[in-house]
């Protein structure tokens, strides 16, 4: 892999010096990379700098060889010839002596060097930053072949009047129009489609494997139709892929190791072909546990670009972050009859010609039959056939969510940009009169206009390149603070490098309008070279601001800063929202953790693994409490709340869909949920007891608006206690997610808890247990003593470990983490936003406030004559401050309330970012408007209060 | 536009392409102890000197470009397809032991003026 920075730069050099060496020094500069990388980032933008530069001027010095051999092979002997002369060594010397003068212009001028260098530095690594990772997120094809042909189906069950009951929470229309097929679809649309060239499916679970060494791992496997690989384009690293009828039930197990896999857990030695690796069974797929035998390796770069339906039926509509890496890649049992089917991620890839639409229309008609056998609830009247296919190219499910938001934040870029033009266009303007006498005694002495306008286009030029640098520097940290900040969401992020390309483009934006600006005053200067160039040019004006385009671009600057600042101000204010919002638990100190049980042992009767289990549960409990940190600790058999995992759901005629929990005695005391009314569970409530359940609120108040809850009795389970409501679900930040967690805030999902001990199988009277079907997962809550710092208890964890290893060696604890710690990762997201918004922002009133303090600076510095004529006369040096900020001020609120309408509309945009806040918020308008009409005000008082406070004698005798 | 630039006379004479720049005595130092790639001259140069007067990359190859002509050293098979390693010639040692001899005299100067200070 080449790195793009270096083959831009390489081409600068002969070419027969590229083909001899391109490649070794691209290899040389990676492995350097590699080893400053794990330095940091300085380390590595030091690197870039330094090798940019060796290289640009190396280019340079190699062409000169190359024109003093005359022998572009080179080989020619001898020294080389330098300082030939000749025509282009000639420009070269005169560009050099420009270069020479510019610099020491911008030396002389420190204040002026430094905005316009700054403003311009800081648009140009913005939008390099943000360019850079939309291009490596969003532009770049995905990398299978014939990714555009790609699509993902669901099945749409929109048309259909109850939605699945797996969800636990009232499904969107959106979701519902994403629903995950089935095998059986897969196989009906791979027979009868003629739209689809070819099809695979895969679902990603986790199965517990048992090491020769004794230890138990637990490996993410993504279960799969055989074809998924070849399908996408990989071809196994060692080994073979699967066969077509290894997808059939009863077929020998294999599987293919994923090659990180192949080399953590068999070092890469390609023995591991033919070895066997014994798996516990999962609920995931119909596999039984069992030995399978290692078929073949994927290749190193194989990878499956997870989105936000990657996880087939249990996450329908939820965002979050991506699943982490598949270890084991296995042949689904595809069973070619209805039941015992599970839900999956079918990619298809559509023959060439056909569009997505297309599809959607054959595929609807191939399904509509089927979708009547397998949903209970049948179609909903007048459904059509279209209604139950929704065809998407893979790409949008994977960049729909995130495309917004990148494409906004690189507008938010770009207005800085433009911002930072507007600055220097500014200060090159204010500068210009001063420079009218220079030119003017220059074209006196003799130079041509060439030749001054030569001079001002390298001083543009080396001001755009110094500026150019400066964002290539800013660039390069601001990518990897990205790539280190962002969320996990945004696929692949972690690959984005700065594109030195960008960095070109926006260079040279800045040269086009440096130089142009620039040359104005060249023009004017040599027009009128022979006019007398005595006096600064506007003298007289009766305002600062009036007669100028520089009233206009500062209210034009004011005006794109409120934009951003106001923008900056709307999410920031939302995400203050989201972090205060009650979710019904208390968070803090308290840590969960997932346990994955052993499988049990069929030859045991039901009872007596019932039993068996129970111990374990309360073996554990007692185990974790008498841990000093631990103040009390319970077991749950679904993912508490805010936690990603599985939940169980119960769907009632009264109620829709409820969420369900069988939970141990301290659950709502971990948790910190209230009991409103009733009893708690305790631990006489076993099997033999009589069946209670507690309820929330909100179940209450849809099941019993008006009588007393406690003690009624339900499907033999008696009412003993009311909770307060939690937020029902995880909630993630993604654009649509903030809109989700606004109707989770809103709809809070009925909730209904049993004792542990009395939990029963599904569909069924029997004990339920979670190690029943194998591999079950259950989770382990604990409430800290308040004295254990959260974030640095890996002595905890340990203890934690240990403790699950004391009672049954087998089980695997993983996930351990705060609750806290699940917020914010939560709150990541919104909050990445908005830190990018306020830096924005801010960025935006930096550049806004340096932009009126420059001009005015220069303005004043001008007219010390006109202030010193002033105050002789008898003004007052506050007079003339307050007459020069007034007018400032007048320009400014123009400038704002142009800004007001830009920030409403963007307000618009920003609206599904949005929490509990509106777009037309009035305090975010305020404030950013107060902040810039500040901003400006100072920046103009600062120097007129200088230029004041001279003393006029002196000001009129240096006239 | 300097005299710097000049590539090192392939004649017999080692003395004909003294003085060396700090990059081409560097190559020839790590070659010395057998053949190295690009990324090993590297690596032995900073061990030796130190990170901020090592060559970039772009410097390091157009010296190994210069040597590679004027015959101080040249490249060998191995290392694989990426990977050329460049070994050192009989005229590149004799050149690597003039420059040595060359800069020891002047560290001997340096030090009969005073700047190093006396040593016993």
Known sequence: MSDRMLALLLRLYPRHFRVRYAPEMEEVFRMQLEARRARGGPAVAALRLRTALGMITGAAAEWRGVAGHGVPGGGGPGGVQVGGGGGLFGLLEGVATDVRLALRGLVRQPVFAVAAIGTLGLGIGGVTTMWSVVHGVLLKPLPYPDADRLVRVFVDNTGFVQPPASLTF?????????????????????????????????????????????????????????????????????????????????????????????????????????RTLHLNGDDNSSRERGSYVVVGVAPADFRFLFDRWGQGANRVGQYGPPPPPVDLWIPTEMFPRAGGQFAVSVIAKLREGYSPIQAEAEIGAILAPMEMQVQPGGPREGATGRDLATVVP??????????????????????????????????????????RPEFATRAALGAGRVRLIRQ?????????????????????????AIVALGPPEIPRLSEVRADIAVLAVCGGLALLCTILVGLVPALRGSLSAHAGHRGP?????????????????????????????????????????????DLGVRTEGVVATRLMLPAD?????????????????????????????????????????????????????????LAYNAVTEKYFDVLGMDLLRGRGFSSSDDWSATHVRIVSENYVARVYPTQESLGK?????????????????????????????????????????????????????????????????????????????????TELYSRIRAAVAAVDPRAVVYDIQTLDAAVDRVLAVPRFHALLASLFGFLAAAIAAAGVFGVLAFLVSQRTHEIGVRMALGAEARDVVSLVVRQVAAVAVVGLALGVLGALAAGRLLESWLFEIEPTDPVSLAGAAALLLTAAVVAAWLPVRRAASIDPAKTLKGD | LTNRDRSPSPAGDPTRHLPLRPVEINVLLSLCDGPRHGYGIM??????????????????????????????????????????EYRITPLGRGVAEAESRRLEKLVWAARNSGLLGQEG
């Open chain 1, 394 to 435: 893979l790409y949008d499910t994977l960049f729909d969510p995130v495309r917004g938001r990148l494409n906004l934040s690189l507008a938010a870029t770009a207005l800085v940009l433009l911002l930072a033009s507007i600055n220097v266009a500014n200060l090159l303007l204010s500068r210009a009169p001063a420079r």
């Open chain 1, 456 to 480: 001002l286009a390298t001083e543009a030029l080396v001001l755009s390149c110094l500026a150019a640098a400066l964002g290539a520097l800013l660039a390069g940290w601001g990518v990897q």
């Open chain 1, 713 to 793: 009795v339900e499907r033999a389970r008696m009412v003993v206690g009311v909770v307060r409501d939690h937020m029902s679900a995880e909630y993630s930040g993604e654009q649509a997610a903030v809109r989700y967690v606004r109707a989770a805030a809103e709809t809070r999902t009925p909730q209904l808890y049993v004792p542990l001990a009395q939990h029963r199988s599904a569909g069924s009277g029997s004990p339920g247990n979670p190690g029943l079907s194998g591999g079950g997962e259950v989770w382990a809550l604990m409430r800290t003593a308040g004295h254990v710092r959260m974030g640095t208890s």
């Open chain 2, 43 to 84: 690596q032995d140069a900073l061990e030796r000197t130190g990170e901020d007067v090592i060559p970039d990359v772009g410097t390091l190859y157009r010296a190994l470009r210069r040597m590679v002509e004027a015959g101080l050293i040249e490249p060998s098979e191995g290392g694989g397809e990426r990977r050329n």
């Open chain 1, 170 to 274: 009232t499904p969107s229309q959106e979701s519902l129009r994403h629903s995950p097929p089935q095998h059986l679809h897969y196989l009906a649309l791979l027979e009868q489609s003629h739209t689809v060239e070819d099809a695979a499916t895969l679902r990603l679970g986790f199965r517990g494997a048992e090491m020769d060494s004794g230890s138990s791992l637990r490996l993410n496997v993504g279960s799969v139709s055989w074809n998924l690989l070849s399908l996408l384009g990989a071809e196994p690293a060692l080994g073979r892929d699967f066969l077509p009828h290894e997808n059939e039930p009863g077929r020998d197990p294999v599987v293919i190791l994923s090659h990180d896999f192949w080399h953590s857990v068999f070092g890469g030695d390609p023995a591991a072909l033919g």
């Open chain 1, 601 to 657: 042992d069929p030859n045991v009767p039901r009872e007596q693994q019932h039993t068996q289990w129970a111990r374990f549960a309360y073996d554990l409990i007692e185990r974790l409490e008498a841990d000093p940190a631990v103040a009390a600790a319970a077991l749950a058999i679904n993912a508490p709340p805010l936690l990603e995992g599985a939940r169980s759901a119960a769907s009632d005629s009264v109620l829709g869909s």
């Open chain 1, 537 to 581: 040019a506007g003298a007289g004006g009766r305002s600062f601001l009036q007669g100028s385009s520089r009233g206009a671009l500062i209210a034009g600057q004011l005006a794109v800063a409120l934009v951003l600042t106001a923008s900056a101000g709307l999410l920031v204010r939302s995400v203050s929202r989201l972090a205060v919002l």
